[in-house]
């Protein structure tokens, strides 16, 4: 589903596209009720000066200066605001990937080409590609004018939203002026080493949503909760080379063998979790409108 339309101002060429969510959270939806009946929660916006609930269309949008005046604003006010990229994002240049710091990064959107767009959203996405670039660009999404990236992704085009620089927070350090040793530095290489691996995201999984998974399912067949059979580790003051050395021991051939072993096991068994988790998710949908008709 777009979110925007408009087209992307490349020079004097136009490309007409729409704007679509490139992600979307696997998070199990968890929901407030009152535990007397399993009532559903719900909220009431109150006004604070006569404490009393205020529909929709009475409420509009504004701003508390310094001196405690409220400065109101309505559509019409938000709607007229003389800014450009409302509906064109606007390229301003084009820079080395590696240049923008991944800190910068926000939200991302596939860019979709209209029918009559085809064309020049290729020629676009093929010059990236050659000159190995990335479009530095600024659009406003949601009332909220953004930087933002646009680059290639297979036959896409990827438009990440980018923060202000003045929306970057600088760090917290504290007890950066410890020095370590050559030996430990080496160590720490060696462990690296170890561990080096190509990126493959499918090979990672989220064990907290798996685990609430675990858990709606027990709940809702009436069986007792998983327990945790991992013990929390123990806060000890430990040598740091000697972490170190230990590390890399674990990391030795045999260890990675048995590592991809239990990630083959693991898969198998999460897929046999979905298999199950099926039954009892249609079974909470059926008990929630069953409820719902007998309220």
């Keep these: 589903m777009a979110i925007w339309s408009g087209a992307i101002a490349f020079g004097l060429v136009s490309i007409p596209i729409k704007v679509t969510a490139a992600t979307g959270s696997h998070d199990l939806g968890l929901h407030q009720y009152h ?9 009431l916006k109150v006004c604070e000066i006569d404490d ?6 009475e409420i509009v949008k504004g701003f508390e200066t310094p001196d405690d005046e409220v400065v109101l604003l309505d559509e019409d006010d938000l709607k007229d605001l003389p800014v450009s990229t409302s509906k064109t994002i606007e390229v301003l240049e084009f820079v080395p990937a590696e240049q923008i710091d991944p800190i910068y990064y926000d939200k991302s959107y596939y860019l979709e080409p209209d029918k009559t767009g085809g064309r020049p959203y290729v020629l676009l996405r093929e010059a990236l590609i050659q000159q190995d670039r990335i479009a530095v660009v600024k659009v406003t999404l949601r009332r909220r004018e953004s930087l933002a990236a646009l680059r290639p992704r297979g036959e896409a085009l990827v438009m990440h939203t980018m923060m202000w620089p003045d929306e970057i927070r600088k760090p917290q350090t504290s007890g950066l002026d410890a020095e370590v040793r050559d030996q430990e530095l080496e160590m720490a290489g060696t462990l690296i080493d170890a561990m080096a691996a190509d990126f493959h995201p499918e090979g990672y999984t989220d064990a907290y949503q798996e685990a609430l998974a675990d858990l709606i399912e027990a709940k809702h067949e009436g069986r007792s909760a998983p327990k945790s059979k991992r013990e929390r ?16 021991d674990q990391r030795k051939r045999p260890a990675k063998k048995t590592a991809r072993k239990a990630a083959k096991k693991t ?12 039954p009892a998710k249609k079974a909470a949908k059926k008990a929630a409108a069953s409820r719902r008709k007998s309220a």
């Design 52 to 57: 009393e609930p205020v529909d929709p269309d």
């Design 35 to 43: 535990a007397a009946d399993e009532g559903r929660i719900r909220y």
């Design 233 to 248: 580790p123990k806060a000890k003051v430990i040598d740091l080379m000697d972490a170190l050395q230990q590390s890399v």
């Design 267 to 278: 898969a198998k068994k999460s897929a046999k979790k979905t298999a199950r988790k099926a």
